[in-house]
């Protein structure tokens, strides 16, 4: 855990407590105001609970981050494979069945138990827990996920999160092929009939996903690959149930095939960033798991090579549907 402690700084500008704090240590203002609002900082002694409140230049502005709170540590049954490491960041290969966050509802270790046993462990400003996981995946999907080992590394690539210049190419087997490679731009908001899923909505938020053709399958199903503009929770699931196709052993968005598909397929095979210290290009690729890859290997009618699929996916998006942008 990053030390905690009293620091003071001075203001160089007037204005909004909020802004000009958040200018000044490089958080968002989101976090600053929750510090704010938690009574941890003080303007020239004086503590001050309002994030609008108007400071003067040259005003000393006193704050202290908080912890996040303690929490039950959870036995951890089960190992994750690391893609890559160094003093900054941890690229994973996150299994099947291993949820993220933990959360009231789950009763199981999650991968912050994991990274927390492997001694990374961060928080916000505002003593919310993270422990640098800057995406996440959803229990069922694989594959690869990048961790910050610092609150400064989590801010850098946060931001290229949002720009799109951080992402990931996924894979997913679906029970009936696509008609062509299309590209699906429909809001996405929580369900109303059923709070677990999300659903195409109007008046929802932006969402937009590109999908491309790979490789028909025995019984209909078909080999596809994702690229999202966007990061709805859930957001390749909805915009497949939006074109009456789902991912095999995706019940909860209409799958009905064979009950020995073990889990969700979908694999997100290849993470691209920009390294948040040096600023070079990197891209990891996240081997399949063995049932997924067995799947692929022995329905696919055309012979299924998984290192090419993944070299070949960013070429092939660019040809077909231009460069990302932002949604």
Known sequence: ???????????????????????????????????????????????????????????????????????????????????????????????????????????????????????????????????????????????????????????????????????RYYLAVIDHPLREDVTVDAPIARNPKNRLKMAVVEGGRAARTDFLKLAEGENGTELIAARLHSGRTHQIRVHLASLGRHILGDRLYGYRGPARIPRVFLHAGLLYLSHPLTGERMEFRAPLFADMREYLTTQTRSSFDESTTLDALPGRFRDTFGPLERV
């Open 1 to 167: 855990m990053e030390e905690r402690k009293d620091q003071e700084i001075v203001a160089t500008q007037e204005g909004r407590l909020d802004r000009v704090l958040s200018a000044l240590l490089g958080e968002s203002r989101n976090q600053i105001a929750r510090l704010i609002e938690a009574g941890e900082v003080r303007v020239d002694g004086q503590r001050v609970a309002k994030p609008s409140f108007k400071v003067q230049a040259g005003q000393r502005i006193g704050y202290r981050f908080l912890d996040a709170p303690k929490r039950e540590e959870m036995p951890v049954d089960f190992d994750v494979e690391v893609l890559y490491e160094d003093e900054a960041i941890l690229v994973l290969n996150k299994p099947a069945g291993v949820v993220v966050h933990p959360a009231p509802s789950v009763r199981e270790p999650t991968l912050v138990d994991w990274l927390v046993r492997r001694g990374v462990s961060l928080s916000t400003l505002s003593g919310e827990e993270r422990h640098g996981i800057v995406h996440r995946l959803d229990k069922e999907t694989t594959g690869a996920l990048v961790v910050a080992k610092s609150n400064a590394v989590h801010r850098r690539l946060a931001e290229e999160l949002q720009s799109r210049r951080m992402g």
